[in-house]
């Protein structure tokens, strides 16, 4: 795990508010999208695969983001000025999330953790982190829709480090489960009481 400091990045604080949702829950959940030991096993190969390409992944993703000015603008203030020093930050965060997704275990801290960064997607918590005055809001269709290009992108990386074809379809199987798993997390603030 990575030991410099992330501005914003708060895993594991005691400032954080619990996460409503329970480890039963997570279970049921995680049943759901098919996520078992032999995935969580993946993914931790895949955080070794991945460790020396954050960066490059970040590139390819920020990249994508800075070609859709409907993504960018959600960095960006209310009238269209990207804010560099938000995707600057907001970025280290996603580096973290990326190895976060691999290596840590998905418990009660996890789970905490799956809640602050759903509420920085949304109204009650958006910008907060930064401090910065930007849109107060990523509807969750596009939330939704970037699980995606979040896991076709990476493929290329896990192939990237001699693994056999079985082993990088194994990981990458694993991270689209973990990415679907943690979306369907952050659907939570956004829907309705009791529909989720
Ligand atoms: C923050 C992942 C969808 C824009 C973050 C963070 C992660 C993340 C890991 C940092 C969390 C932290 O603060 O520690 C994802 C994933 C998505 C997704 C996995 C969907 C699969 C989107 C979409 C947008 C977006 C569609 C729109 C462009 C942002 C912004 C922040 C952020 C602006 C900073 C929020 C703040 O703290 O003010 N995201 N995201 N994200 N994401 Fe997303």
């Known amino acids: 795990m990575q030991k410099t400091m992330v501005p914003g990045y708060a895993y594991g604080s005691a400032e954080l508010p619990r996460s409503p949702v329970g480890l039963e829950e997570l279970d049921r959940l995680k049943a759901t999208v098919m996520f078992t030991r032999d995935d969580a096993e993946a993914l931790r190969l895949a955080g070794d695969v991945l460790e020396d390409q954050v960066e490059d992944v970040l590139d390819v993703w920020y990249g994508f983001v800075a070609d859709h000015p409907h993504l960018l603008a959600y960095f960006s203030t209310p009238d269209g000025q990207p804010i560099q020093a938000y995707l ?20 009660r801290s996890w789970l905490d953790y799956q809640e602050e960064i759903a509420l920085r997607h949304t109204h009650e918590k958006k910008n907060t982190a930064d401090g910065v005055d930007s849109v107060d809001n990523i509807p969750l269709r596009h939330v939704i829709a970037f699980i995606y290009p979040i896991t076709a992108t990476v493929r290329p990386f896990l192939a990237r480090k001699g693994h056999s074809a079985e082993q990088v379809e194994a990981m990458y199987q694993a991270w689209f489960k973990a990415v679907t798993l943690q979306v369907a997390l952050w659907s939570r603030p956004y829907v309705r009481d009791g529909d989720w």
């Open 88 to 107: 600057d930050r907001a970025r280290q965060r996603f580096g973290r999330w990326i190895l976060d997704t691999c290596r840590r275990p998905y418990d």
